[in-house]
């Protein structure tokens, strides 16, 4: 497929995904949303990808918010289904069993916001600015804000910044656990690259499994999580990376995972 509003690359084993839409700010019509559903298609049967980072092209935006260009005169059934859609995207996202990380470059408003909060992990650039600012149109957050913020930050500080429409800095989203580390801009691809290489040193049979125990675990109560846990960490001792990765440690050596 060719792409008009995303760029697609793939270096040693990661692959990036950039939000390419400058006179917009990076802002997500649907056929941006349908772009990034394909990209997704692609490196979730590419073999050779272990790590996804999305970010924002240029400096100013990660995604500036769904294209309210696009949505001023959607009437309530095209509505539902542009927010069906966007859920549908960011879920895959959500579910995929490669790690995401999102680079956040700029502002992630909105649907740029929500973009994020369905990758994995978040790191952000000194500039970077989040924010949920729907109510000052009219309407609510509609690809997962409503959903994802809550689980991430916490019920009321979710409800605040949702109700407000306020805009935060990378600082307090750092202080709020919005994202995990914040850095310079000129170095925030480097330490993408840096996590996911980190990633990609490790049992990835591994990874998957502890994304998926996470996930199942944080909508399930205890005991539906542990058990999960249980069987996921069980089946790791029938991979040849649990046996390479014991036997290393004990032979005091790096592991050699061939990811069986």
């Known amino acids: 497929m060719e792409f008009k509003n995303i760029k697609l ?4 084993g990661v692959s990036l995904i950039a939000i390419d839409r400058p006179k917009s700010l990076n802002a997500l019509n649907l056929e941006t949303l349908k772009e990034i ?3 997704l298609e692609e ?11 999305i970010t924002g092209a240029g400096e100013k935006a990660f995604v500036a918010g769904a294209d309210i260009s696009e949505m001023k005169d959607m009437n309530p059934l095209k509505a539902k289904e542009f927010a069906e859609f966007g859920q549908k ?12 990380i999102a ?11 929500e973009l994020a909060m369905a990758c994995d992990i978040r790191i952000a650039s ?8 729907e109510v000052g149109l009219g309407i609510i957050p509609g690809f997962g804000g409503t959903q994802r913020l809550p689980r991430i930050v916490g019920v009321s500080k979710a409800k605040e910044l949702i109700y407000t429409g306020d805009m935060i800095d990378a600082e307090e989203a750092l202080r709020i656990g919005l994202v995990s580390k914040v850095v310079e801009q000129e170095k925030l691809l480097e330490e993408a690259y840096n996590i996911a290489k980190k990633i990609m040193s490790k049992g990835m049979i591994a990874v998957r499994l502890a994304k998926e125990a996470i996930n199942i675990g ?6 539906t999580g542990m058990s999960y846990e249980a069987k996921a960490f069980a089946v790791c001792f029938a991979t040849e990376d649990q046996k390479e990765g014991m036997a290393a440690f004990l032979e005091k050596r790096a592991p050699k995972f061939v990811d069986k």
């Open 103 to 113: 680079a956040v470059n700029g502002y992630a408003l909105g649907g740029g916001c």
């Open 89 to 100: 995207v960011f879920r895959k996202i959500e579910l995929m069993k490669k790690p995401v």
């Open 218 to 223: 944080i909508n399930a109560d205890i005991e």
């Open 37 to 39: 559903d394909q990209a």
């Open 126 to 133: 000194h500039n970077a600015k989040f924010g949920q600012p």
């Open 43 to 53: 490196v979730k049967e590419n073999e050779e990808v272990k790590v996804v980072i």
């Open 9 to 12: 690359e793939l270096n040693e």
